[in-house]
Each structure stands twice: as structure tokens, then as C-alpha cells.
């Protein structure tokens, strides 16, 4: 990496970046680099983000990894109805993982294998056909590879652009997947996905590797350091202990 900088820092900024000037809305972050990088737009780019501590209480100020319980001063109660409403009036934003994902964006966290016979059971579909028909849903896929990256996904959880389009579904709006090595959308042909930016020592070369499917690739740039006010919000105040690195290690 440039200087100190690390590949979870890269990632948190990049993760931030998807939440940028959002507005009004709640962040429902999986991960650890998720999380960070909503707390980090909550402080730079996205004032008005609402947090949450995971469960029912809407927090003032973003609190450090590993501190959510308790952590600072409480400003609304949000119980799970309430996240409901917000979901269906498009008032979320969540940012999910991917056990699969396809070139169209569907996503896979179910289970992988034949419908009559799967090899590995996953989480289910839980609430990812909702997320993507009625609101903005970005991917964080913290290992990019071939297992993830598959040129047809086991089983549709998360709604991509073709299904979408042939269902007429006119809120489904997936942007973005950041994955440990690059930041990838989906304005490619037909809305296919695109290799928007590597990190910093990486090829796009080396994404397509890893990737089960041809990337659409124009002008490839290289994903945008961390600003020195976001390092040190990163590294002081949201995550001093150094829990990025269990996911993306330094």
C-alpha cells in the first residue's frame, strides 16, 4: 500500500463512499468494514446517516467498533416494525455480503449446491429481495475470488439488474460491490458489471483472475486513498483497536 495506509483502510474509504451524501436514511452495515465505513460518512460525508446499535436504539454519535452497547448518548428508539416502514418506503440503505454474485448483481446467500441436493447450507434469503426492490443495496465481498464471483448463481436472495428489469421492479436500484481488491458497479453493457477501480497494488489483471466472468473494463482507475482527517477518525476514534484487520488483514 501507499505509506502506512492499509487494504482494510482503502476498503472502509470505499465502503464510506457509497453512503456519501445519502441524506436522511438509515445504514444497515454487515461486516466489520461496512460498519466502519458507514461510522467514517456519518463524520465526513453523510451527516444526516442514522445509525443504529444493531438492534433498536438510534445513536448520536458513531461509537467505536467492539462498543456498540452503551456507547454514548441514545437519540430514538427504532424497533424492528420501524425498519420495516423504512425498507418499503426506500428510506434504507444497506450494504449486504455475498456467499455468490452474478455479472447481472443476483445474489446468493442461501445455500450452494442443486435445489434437490445442496452441498452447504447458508443463512437463507432473509430480507435480500426486499432490500433490493424497494431500496439502494451495495455488496462488501471481504475475499474476491471465483467461488464468490460465478458466472450463475445456486439460488437468487439479493434481485439483480436482468430479473429486475423483467419484473418491472422500478425501485430495485444495486450500485456497487468493494471487495478486498477493487470497487466493481454495474454500468457495463446491459448492466453488467464493471471494474470501476483496483486498490492500490492491484492489477485488473489480476481481478479478472479471481473473477468467474468477464468484466466489463474501460478506463480502470485506482481506488482513492483514505483523507488524512479519515485516517485519523478511522485509527483514534472508530476503530483504535484495530478490528479492520480481521477482515482485511494489513
Known sequence: MTDDVTRAEVCTA???????????????????IPALGARLARLTSAPELLLTDGEALLLAEPPPLGAERGAGPVEGWMPYRRVLDLLAGGRRQVMMGASQIDRHGN????RIGPWDKPS?????????????????????????????FVDSVDLVSGVGHDRARRAGARFHDVRVVVTDLAVLDFTGPDRTMRLRSVHPGVTPEQVQQRTGFPLAVDEV????LPTGEELDLIRRTLDPDGLRHREVPA
Do not use: F, K, M
Open 120 to 148: 452447504v447450507q447458508l443463512i437463507g434469503v432473509r430480507g435480500a429481495p426486499g432490500n433490493t426492490i424497494n431500496h439502494t443495496t451495495n455488496y462488501w465481498v471481504p475475499r474476491h475470488g471465483e467461488r464468490v
Open 14 to 32: 470505499a465502503c464510506a463512499d457509497t453512503w456519501r451524501d445519502a441524506g436522511c436514511v438509515l445504514a444497515s452495515p454487515i461486516g466489520l
Open 221 to 224: 482507475a485506482e481506488t482513492r
Open 107 to 110: 445474489q446468493n446467500i442461501s
